[in-house]
C-alpha cells in the first residue's frame, strides 16, 4: 500500500532554515502529482507547494513565494521542502501528499487540491 513517511521537522528561530523531506513507497513516484500541505492549530489545512510528475512546473502559495521550495527524485521515490527565512507563521503540522497524476484527466498537478495519499506529518515550530 502507499506509505508516505515525512520527516526533518523540528524548532527553529526566526530568519532560519529546515529542509523537510518525504519518502514515499507502494508507489511509482513518477505517476503521481505530489504536494506540501501544513496545519496550524486552530486554522484551515493550507496548501503549501506542489509540483508536477516531472518536476518541471510548481506551485507555491503566496506566504511562501522566494522563501520555501520543492523538488522531487523520482528515482529515489522522495520529495522535499527546502524552507527558508522561516518566521512564526510558518509553525505547523507539515503533511506530505500524493495523488495519481491520471493522465491528466483532472488537471494539472500544480493546479491539484484534494489529495487522496498522505503522511502522518511534522511539526515546524518557528519562535521569534
Known amino acids: 500500500q502507499v506509505q508516505l513517511v515525512e520527516s526533518g521537522g523540528g524548532s527553529v528561530q526566526a530568519g532560519g532554515s529546515l529542509t523537510l523531506s518525504c519518502a514515499a513507497s507502494g508507489l511509482t513516484l513518477s505517476t503521481f502529482c505530489m504536494g506540501w500541505f501544513r496545519q496550524a492549530p486552530g486554522k484551515e489545512r493550507e496548501r503549501v507547494a506542489a509540483?508536477?510528475?516531472?518536476?518541471?512546473?510548481?506551485y507555491y502559495t503566496d506566504s511562501v513565494k522566494g522563501r520555501f521550495t520543492i523538488y522531487r527524485d523520482n528515482a529515489k521515490n522522495t520529495l522535499t521542502l527546502r524552507m527558508g527565512s522561516l518566521n512564526p507563521e510558518d509553525t505547523a503540522m507539515y503533511y506530505c501528499?500524493?495523488?495519481?497524476?491520471?493522465?491528466?484527466?483532472?488537471?494539472?498537478?500544480?493546479?491539484?487540491?484534494?489529495?487522496?495519499?498522505w503522511g502522518q506529518g511534522t511539526q515546524v515550530t518557528v519562535s521569534s
Open positions: 509540483i508536477s510528475t516531472d518536476g518541471l512546473s510548481k
Open positions: 501528499a500524493a495523488e495519481p497524476y491520471g493522465a491528466g484527466l483532472y488537471g494539472p498537478c500544480v493546479d491539484r487540491r484534494i489529495y487522496t495519499y
